[in-house]
């Protein structure tokens, strides 16, 4: 069973920088492509950045030029470098497969950015 646990969130001001990292099991790692998603109170979950197996990448406009995702294969875990960190960046952050069907969603981290 596919499970995914993610970490790192936490409480910073504008400007400031977080790292997102993700735990994943239940598959085999370095073959699929993953992704990190975020959910704002009262708004859907919208995706903010992806990464194939391979190592390609893609963002949303949002984040592009602020976030950078990565992955390490041999830890099997997804990152999430998040710099010039924004209010409108507050949200629970959550990781899963890069597009559909998606796994069983973790718990997810919360990310508030607030002076």
């Known amino acids: 069973q596919v499970q995914l646990v993610e970490s790192g969130g936490g409480l910073v001001q504008p400007g400031g920088s977080l790292r997102l990292s993700c735990a994943v099991s239940?598959?085999?790692?370095?073959?699929?492509?993953m992704g990190w998603y975020r959910q704002a109170p009262g708004k859907q979950r919208e995706v903010v950045a992806t990464?194939?197996?391979?190592?390609?990448?893609n963002y949303a406009d949002s984040v592009k030029g602020r976030f950078i995702i990565s992955r390490d294969n041999a830890k099997m875990t997804v990152s999430l470098q998040m710099n010039s960190l924004k209010p409108e960046d507050t949200a629970v952050y959550y990781c899963?497969?890069?597009?559909?069907?998606?796994?069983?969603w973790g718990q997810g981290t919360q990310v508030t950015v607030s002076s």
């Open positions: 990464i194939t197996g391979g190592g390609s990448t």
């Open positions: 239940g598959i085999i790692f370095r073959m699929y492509g």
């Open positions: 899963n497969s890069r597009s559909a069907p998606f796994y069983p």
